[in-house]
Every structure is written in C-alpha cells, then in structure tokens.
C-alpha cells in the first residue's frame, strides 16, 4: 500500500489500532505500535526496522526497543487479534499448518538447519506452527508457535549411555552411512562435540535469544494442540479442523482432538493403518492367571493405500468443490472454472498401538470408526491423497470433499504475510521480538482483511 493510499484509511487503522493495543499501558507504546504496522504495510521492498524506519521517517531505535524491550503484554495483543479475526472471518474450518523462515545466520531464536516445506528441502530456518480461522473467501492467524529444535534444547543432548531428559526428543539414529569409491559401505563420520560443551553451547545460544526456560523441544502436533488450548482459554473455539498430513498421520494428535471434543479432517499418508469397518474383535483365551485379555481383532491392520485399493477406482464419483481464483491481472466478475476432482469415501477403523491404547478405547476392544476420504484421479493406478475425519456418517460426499479441500486459505496467509507485510523479514535474535513482530504482522494482515472483508476495492487492496 502507498502512502496515498494508507491516509485513505488513517482513521480506520486508529480505530482498529486502538482495540489491538487497548491493554498496553503507555501512549508512546500505542503510537509506535500503530508505526510499526504503517511501516508493515506501506510499500516496499524489506520490513525490517531499519528499513521500515526509514520510510515512516523515524529512528530504527525506536522500532527495536519496542519490540525487544519494552515492556508489553504479546499474549494480549495476540488474544485481542483472535477474537478479532474470528468475528472478521466468521470461520467455517480452522487450519493448522507450519511454515519455514529462512534465516542466513545461526544466532535467531531457534534457528537450525531442518526441513521446511516453504524451501522444499532441509536449510537454515526457523518453523513457525500457526492456526487459521478460515472461509473460501476470508482467512486470518489465530496463533502463532516458534518451533524449538532439539538443537536448541540441552535436554535433548544424550549422556554416555544414550539417554536424553526431555521424552519428547528423538531416539538416537544409527550412524548414516555413505559409499566409498568401489561402492562398498562405510560410515559417514561427523565430529561430535564432547557433551558438556554441547550443553554449554546451547546454553550461550538460549541466553543470547532469550529463551525462556520453560520453552522446550517437543513435537509440532504438541505446540498445535497447546495453542488449541490456549484459545480455547479465549473462550474460542473450533467449529472444525483441518491439517497436512504431517499432523493428521499421528494418532495422539487425532485423539487429542477428540478428547477435547473437536471436529476433525485431516490429510495423512497412504501407510496409516486400519481396519475395514465391518471387522469386529474376537474373545482371546484366558491364560488362567493375571487379567483377562481385551478382545482382538483376528486379522492385522492393512494401510489406508490397500484399503482404498480394495473399494476400487469404479466406486470413485466426482466433485466439484469451490471456483477458481481469477488469474493475476483478470477480472475479478469473470467465470474462471470449477475446481473437481474424483472421490470416494467409507468408513474404517484407525488401528496402531497408540490408538490401542487411548482413553476412548472400551472394554470390548472396538476401535473407533471414522471417514476415510480418499481422492483417486482417472488413470491413475492408486490414489493420491487419502483423509480421516470423525463427522457424522451422515456426512455427504462433496461437504467431506469441500472440507478437506479448505485448508488452501493457509498459503494465501503465508503468501500475504511474507510478500507483503514483512513475516520473515525480522533481523533480531529474541525470542520475544520474534513473536511480537509475527504478531505485528498478524495484526496488519487483519487489518487488510478487514478492509477486504467492508469493501473489496477499498484503496489498496487487490
């Protein structure tokens, strides 16, 4: 947005600054978080502060100690921006994604070399988890969550027999190895720093960023279920939520969200297993001594790819499940076409020790069922994307398909968030500045929103 075009909406930026900020104490603090998202969203190339303040003709110093040192409330803001976006929004789904901050150095907060699915490839970046309120035509950010690599966590250095303290962390890989030049194995040796200056130097790290003490490697589908609950804290809650499959193949995830009585379809992998919904367990012998035995089912789990495989391409039907965006540079009031595709849906039992072992799980050794939703294009020798969703058998075919198709609105976020407003541009190093300027962000984003959201050609918006 130019500066012409940001004066058109000066006293709607106020107005929406004032309920953001209404918990930060000082007016100084509330006139430079209305700065901070003009310089956000005014043009330009970088969003860094110095850059940033060089176009509001300020003094960079001014925008760092806000963020890095001054003293307001983030999860205030943040709550503030939820209830916000939720009542801009009107979501019918949320979405739960996590996307790569690409980072040159090594001293950011939680930055490591790991694999981002925005590099498509393992590199230097930090991984932000977040939620989305979204619709087919609106979506905002909920939460945010920085991931901590075990890299930055002291806990998750193994001592002399292999054990880590944080339970979360990884079991210890076997050595990788590499080929010599006659094509015979041999073991890929890296240098390993003796223990205590392992810790010692992810210690340094941690200080240097700030990283609170309480802030520790664990899972991605863990950060999203704390974040789930930390607004359900907000008094917000899901009407439904979906995710890639790198959430929705974990079982705990899924159970998770069940016990906490949310509404789920989730993208996950063709080697998740099942049972078909017909198998039912059978009574196991009683050994004579200690408990009787749960019921089992007599045959072995079979993944969700043979399964589906098994239904048969024939049963497939297609759906049409929303309308294509307009190309760049078209009109907006012009058909572009249907998004379709070819699908079916039955019903399973999602089997695994973990599941085998959840709360929900009866007496009688039943597992529970769910919607496999799978998509298999004409042609194709098996499928290309498979779902699991627990909504209510009975569930049509295209409001599955039109569900589990809507997590789309996540990487117009992300795409907005980066190109426009500055997502990934942040050069400090703390943990906080990191999540405050995220939240910045977030909240210039809705602002955007929300002028979309009144008026589609307001000044700016495209």
């Known amino acids: 947005m130019d500066e012409r075009g940001l004066a058109r909406v000066r006293t709607r930026l106020e107005d929406f600054a004032a309920g953001v900020f209404a918990g930060l104490p000082r007016s100084d603090q509330r006139a430079t978080g209305v700065r901070y998202l003009r310089g956000l969203m005014l043009d330009g190339r970088r969003k860094s502060m110095q850059p940033m303040a060089q176009r509001l003709g300020v003094d960079h110093q001014q925008l760092q100690q806000f963020l890095t040192s001054s003293t307001w409330d983030v999860n205030g803001v943040r709550q503030r921006l939820a209830a916000a976006a939720v009542d801009v929004v009107g979501p019918q789904v949320w979405a739960l994604d996590d996307t790569g901050l690409p980072k040159d150095g090594k001293a950011s907060a939680c930055v490591a070399r790991q694999y981002s699915g925005t590099l498509g490839k393992v590199g230097n970046c930090q991984i932000a988890v977040s939620v989305h309120a979204t619709t087919d035509t609106a ?18 250095v193994p001592d002399d027999a292999g054990k880590v303290a944080n339970p ?44 609170p003490d309480d802030q520790r490697y664990r899972p991605k589908w863990m950060m999203a279920l704390e974040m789930l609950d930390e607004l359900a804290g907000w008094g917000l809650h899901p009407p439904l939520l979906t995710a890639d499959a790198g959430y929705g193949q974990v079982a705990e995830f899924r159970q998770g969200l069940t016990e906490r009585g949310i509404p789920y379809i989730m993208a996950t ?40 495989l098994t239904h048969g391409a024939h049963h497939t039907q297609p759906v049409r499940w929303r309308d294509r965006l307009p ?50 294009p004409p042609g194709q020798d098996e499928p290309t994307d498979y779902w699991l969703s627990d909504l209510p058998t009975t569930t049509p075919l295209t409001e599955l398909v039109r569900l589990a198709k809507s997590r789309w609105r996540v990487e117009h976020d992300y795409r907005e968030l980066k190109t426009a407003l500055g997502l990934d541009h942040f050069e400090g190093r703390s943990w906080i500045g990191w999540h405050r300027h995220v939240t910045l962000a977030t909240a210039a984003q809705l602002f955007l929103t929300q002028l979309r959201t009144a008026d589609p050609k307001a000044a700016g918006q495209t």
């Not at 991931?147 to 998750?156: H, I, K, Q």
């Not at 990884?170 to 890296?190: I, S, V």
């Not at 078209?330 to 072992?357: I, K, N, W, Y």
Request: proline content about 10%.
């Open 269 to 308: 992998t063709s080697s998740t297993t099942a049972q078909p919904d017909h198998a039912q367990p059978v009574e196991v012998a009683y050994a004579g001594v200690g408990k009787h035995p749960t019921p089992r089912y007599p045959h072995p789990a079979r993944s969700l790819k043979d399964l589906a």
């Open 168 to 211: 979360h962390a990884r079991r210890l890989r076997r050595q990788p190895t590499t080929l010599d030049e006659a094509g015979a194995r041999k073991p890929h040796t890296r240098k390993q720093l003796p223990r205590a200056e392992q810790i010692d130097q992810i210690l340094r790290r941690r200080a240097a960023s700030k990283l």
């Open 327 to 376: 190309a760049h540079g078209r009109a907006p009031d012009r058909p572009t076409g249907e998004l379709s595709g070819h699908f079916f849906a039955l019903r399973v039992r999602p089997a695994g020790r973990t599941v085998q072992r959840g709360p929900h799980r009866g007496d009688d050794g039943v597992l529970p069922e769910c919607w496999l939703l799978v998509q298999w």
């Open 139 to 156: 979506s905002a950010v909920l939460n945010w969550r920085l991931f901590v690599p075990e890299s930055w966590d002291e806990t998750c």
